[in-house]
């Protein structure tokens, strides 16, 4: 038996949608594209939604249309996937992460306010701050906005994890305390269009720039361009943008996922509860929920409890691996990172993300992941194993 951690759902009729745009005039830049963002930005209550190739890319887009520029700095947290951080190295600027709350693993807004009140005094503020929706679950949102309009920083809500999430009872994605929100639809994720992501925003201006830099930096927009047309067939580049469009047949894979989200995310929270009910007396940590929020429950972390003495974090991880169960960390604290490490991160500067990365284990969690497939993963946790436990392979 083998359990993956996340998988995709796919229907006849998501197969039917993508099938049909095969059939169709254009495989991209369609109509396609166009409606999907529509769709989303309708689901979401906000204002313009622009879909692109990945969420890295919607990440990257992100940075540049706050302008970020070489020697900005732009902060993050240190548990997500390295994109999180990458896109402020794409535009030359210095990154920076702030620790993780020790309940919801989302960047800390009292240790965000603590690093900015000292950053101030050191004339070395962000430009922009980029929270992260760790598994699906917003981050305290209203307080970081409030530290936002303090200090003068702009904010990108990374929500690869989150759609159909909510905060506050609204959808995450509405950009309410944020100028930019990024989503993802790889595969494991809550929806998918193969690979692909989406840039929320409700301002024009900065959407009108996501646009162009997702497509070579070309505008078709006569208001936008330096001097008449030269005839019908005319366009400008106006800046060095790149080619990062989501094609008609993502689209349509996304469309018909978008029919499903809210069932999805039933589906897991469903999953969730099975999963707490079957730790319920046991030392493991569970996900903690804020109740401010609805989480997407894109991933389920657990944790070793503090006085488990029975196996190590290591041991279990690979006792639970060698018996088929495709578990996982997420994430690395990204300043560990070969690349990063030698920029000067020193690990003692984020002590609960380090506490977290040596107790953390995703587990399986996915639409038609069935009781006793969670029964099988949950049972590797049951009895006592000594110190030194020996794999099966």
Request: include cysteine.
């Amino acid at each position: 038996m083998h359990i993956p951690y996340g998988r995709q759902n796919i229907s006849e009729e998501d197969i039917k949608a993508v099938s049909e745009v095969l059939q169709s005039d254009f495989l991209t830049q369609g109509p396609v594209v166009p409606n999907f963002e529509a769709a989303i930005a309708k689901y979401c209550n906000v204002n313009y939604a622009f879909a692109t190739n990945s969420a890295t890319s919607a990440l990257h887009i992100a940075c540049l249309a706050l302008d970020v520029q070489p020697n900005d700095r732009v902060w993050t947290s240190p548990v997500s996937f390295v994109a999180s951080a990458n896109c402020a190295l794409y535009c030359g600027a210095q990154v920076d992460f702030v620790d993780i709350d020790a309940k919801t693993y989302n960047m800390c807004p009292i240790k965000l306010e603590h690093k900015l009140v000292q950053a101030k005094k050191n004339g070395l503020l962000p430009k922009v701050v980029i929270p992260v929706h760790l598994c699906g679950q917003s981050c305290d949102m209203q307080a970081i906005h409030k530290l936002s309009k303090e200090y003068g920083f702009a904010v990108i809500e990374d929500a690869s994890h989150a759609i159909g999430g909510k905060y506050l009872g609204k959808p995450i994605g509405n950009c309410e305390y944020s100028h930019i929100t990024v989503f993802s639809f790889h595969p494991v994720k809550i929806i998918t269009t193969g690979e692909g992501g989406m840039a929320l925003t409700n301002d024009a201006d900065i959407g009108a720039k996501m646009a162009r830099l997702r497509s070579h930096g070309i505008t078709r927009d006569i208001q936008s361009m330096t001097k008449e047309p030269d005839g019908p067939w005319y366009y400008e580049q106006i800046e060095l943008g790149y080619n990062y469009r989501m094609t008609d047949m993502q689209g349509a894979l996304g469309l018909s996922q978008l029919k499903k989200l809210d069932e999805f995310i039933e589906e897991r929270h469903q999953i969730a509860d099975v999963y707490n009910e079957l730790f319920r007396d046991m030392n493991i940590i569970t996900p903690y929920q804020d109740e401010k929020n609805y989480s997407s429950f894109h991933l389920y972390v657990v944790r070793l409890g503090v006085d488990q003495k029975n196996i190590t974090h290591k041991d279990m991880f690979i006792r639970l691996r060698d018996y088929g169960i495709g578990v996982n960390l997420h994430y690395i604290p990204i300043y560990r990172q070969p690349y990063y490490s030698k920029m000067g991160y020193r690990p003692s500067d984020y002590p609960e993300t380090e506490k977290y990365y040596s107790e953390a284990i995703t587990l399986p969690i996915y639409p038609g992941l069935t009781a006793s497939q969670q029964k099988e993963v949950v049972k590797h946790f049951e009895k006592p194993y000594p110190v030194g436990y020996q794999t099966i392979f």
